[in-house]
Nanobody, 126 residues
Framework: QVQLVESGGGLVQAGESLRLPCAASGGNFNAMGWYRQAPGKRRELVET???????KYLDSVKGRFTVSRGSAANTIDLQMNDLEPGDTAVYYC??????????????????????WGQGTQVSVST
């Protein structure tokens, strides 16, 4: 049974940092990533990472967010620095078995992801 477990959300002030770990079990995934959805806004893909470590980011988080592979298989960490109020959202970890998902999802949307986590709240105050 596949399961994605997220943690690390919380309330911080603008300019501070948070780290969001995600651990996936039940399979060896070709790609993992993070989505976010703020109240009243569309869901957006924040970043992706392949098994080989290739990463891709949403333009608004480039230079502030960094995703990396964890020491255990099928784990990733999203390091979020210099957080802004606009980063406030529920963040969801996603995983895909399909080759090409890490890039195609930015073009084609959520259809590329096979599994979703429950989400973790990130709130950034001014």
């Amino acid at each position: 049974q596949v399961q994605l477990v997220e943690s690390g959300g919380g309330l911080v002030q603008a300019g501070e940092s948070l780290r969001l770990p995600c651990a996936a079990s039940g399979g060896n995934f070709n790609a993992m990533g993070w989505y976010r959805q703020a109240p009243g806004k569309r869901r957006e893909l924040v970043e992706t990472i392949t098994t080989g470590g290739t990463t891709k980011y949403l333009d608004s988080v480039k230079g502030r967010f960094t995703v990396s592979r964890g020491s255990a298989a099928n784990t990733i960490d999203l390091q979020m620095n210099d957080l802004e109020p606009g980063d406030t959202a529920v963040y969801y970890c996603v995983a895909s078995f399909r080759a090409g998902a890490a890039t195609a999802a930015f073009r084609d949307g959520a259809m590329w992801w096979d599994y979703w986590g429950q989400g973790t709240q990130v709130s950034v105050s001014t």
